[in-house]
């Protein structure tokens, strides 16, 4: 199963987003679209690749869950 939530701040986290001011407040009734596209990666090759694209963007927080 995979799950995807909404988010209205980049990937550096709500954290983040209220320490630059970046975080977006929706008041009631207010609403946003975004769009998401999803590619399939075949081969160990391919997978590699998109781990390190992402990884240029924002790492993996070293623990699963913060406190």
């Given at each position: 199963?995979?799950g995807l939530?909404?988010?209205?701040?980049?990937?550096?986290?709500?954290?983040?987003?209220?320490?630059?001011?970046?975080?977006i407040w929706?008041?009631?009734?207010?609403?946003?679209?975004?769009?998401?596209?999803?590619?399939?990666?075949?081969?160990?090759?391919?997978?590699?690749?998109?781990?390190?694209?992402?990884?240029?963007?924002?790492?993996?927080?070293?623990?699963?869950?913060?406190?």
């Amino acid at each position: 199963a995979v799950g995807l939530e909404p988010s209205t701040h980049e990937v550096g986290g709500d954290a983040a987003a209220r320490e630059d001011g970046s975080m977006i407040w929706l008041q009631a009734g207010e609403s946003r679209s975004y769009h998401t596209t999803f590619t399939v990666l075949d081969g160990a090759e391919s997978i590699a690749s998109a781990v390190q694209a992402i990884q240029a963007v924002q790492r993996q927080p070293a623990a699963d869950v913060p406190d």
